[in-house]
């Protein structure tokens, strides 16, 4: 189904979608147009056609403001939404493809912190969301009949503990425009320098919230020394603040959100969610976690 959206969408747009090839499926399903080195990313979720249209928004802004980012192609109105009278009715988005060159070298942490530093400085023109971090997770939650009975239990208690602690909270670096999941997985190490992707969570939010991905990259077997070399770059520590590790447990609890989504139909998918519910319930810390595209 998400091929033929894809599909449809590019002949909604005038593209001919002859080579169209799968990239990888998340949160959105991303496809290559190999001859119009078009990237086409398939949304998904209730509020998969505002998101899209922030991200679209956000980044024709920031290309006009000069910052990295990813571009969304021109002379198409976007998004084109596919099937909108079903329940099932998906927006697609278009990009121009990063030229990457070759032999791409990693983006690093303080690279990632001095984008995030200059992002923090810019005040958009327009009124975004604001935070509201759990609420895909609660979706996601509410809509499957996979998850257990004690987990689905869990993890709605979790919410609401959580969400009383952020309420409760303040954050010093304020509040202002963030990209809303800014890990190393969505910056792209093109021919120019790092490109930004992946804004479909853009919101005004504490700006501390684009700096807790740093402290998670150790769930996935990275080094503590990558949350030191983004903060340093950054030019900020606040993970001595009381609202810190708010964030951080709201940012690895909500990242189960998408496994959960996927579990039913891909078993990948299912295993991860399980070794993250059991880690985040027992508090374990140790545990490795695994990116499944």
């Known amino acids: ?78 998004p084109v939404v596919v099937d909108s009278d079903r329940e099932d009715a998906a927006p697609v988005t278009f990009w121009e493809q990063a030229d990457i060159g070759p032999a791409p070298q990693p983006v690093t942490s303080a690279e990632l912190g001095r984008l995030l530093r200059w992002l923090h400085t810019l005040r958009p023109p327009f009124i975004l969301p604001v935070f509201r971090p759990l609420d895909r997770l609660t979706e996601a939650v509410g809509a499957s009949s996979w998850l257990s009975a004690s987990d689905r239990r869990w993890i709605d208690a979790r919410v609401v503990e959580l969400q009383r602690g952020l309420d409760a909270v303040g954050f010093r670096l304020g509040t202002g425009l963030v990209h809303g999941d800014a890990q190393l997985g969505n910056v792209i190490s093109a021919r120019t320098g790092p490109l930004v992707a992946d804004w479909d969570n853009a919101a005004t939010a504490p700006r501390e919230w684009d700096l807790v991905p740093g402290a998670a990259e150790e769930r996935f077997g990275g080094s503590p020394q990558l949350l030191t070399q983004l903060l340093a770059a950054y030019g900020a520590d606040p993970t001595a603040d009381s609202g810190w590790g708010i964030l951080r447990d709201i940012y690895e609890l909500r990242s189960v959100a998408a496994h959960i989504r996927r579990a039913p139909s891909s078993p990948p998918h299912a295993r991860e969610a399980v070794l993250r519910i059991a880690s985040l319930r027992a508090g374990d810390r140790t545990a490795r976690w695994s990116a499944v595209g």
Do not use: Y
Not at 23 to 43: D, K, M
């Open 1 to 78: 189904m998400t091929e033929k959206q894809a599909r449809a969408a590019c002949h909604m747009a005038g593209l001919d979608a002859g080579g169209l090839r799968l990239i990888r499926v998340h949160s959105n399903a991303v496809f290559l147009l190999p001859r119009a080195r078009i990237i086409v990313r398939v949304g998904r979720g209730a509020d998969a056609v505002g998101r899209a249209m922030r991200a679209v928004e956000v980044t024709r802004w920031l290309v006009g403001e000069g910052f990295p980012s990813v571009v969304p192609v021109a002379g198409i109105e976007q």
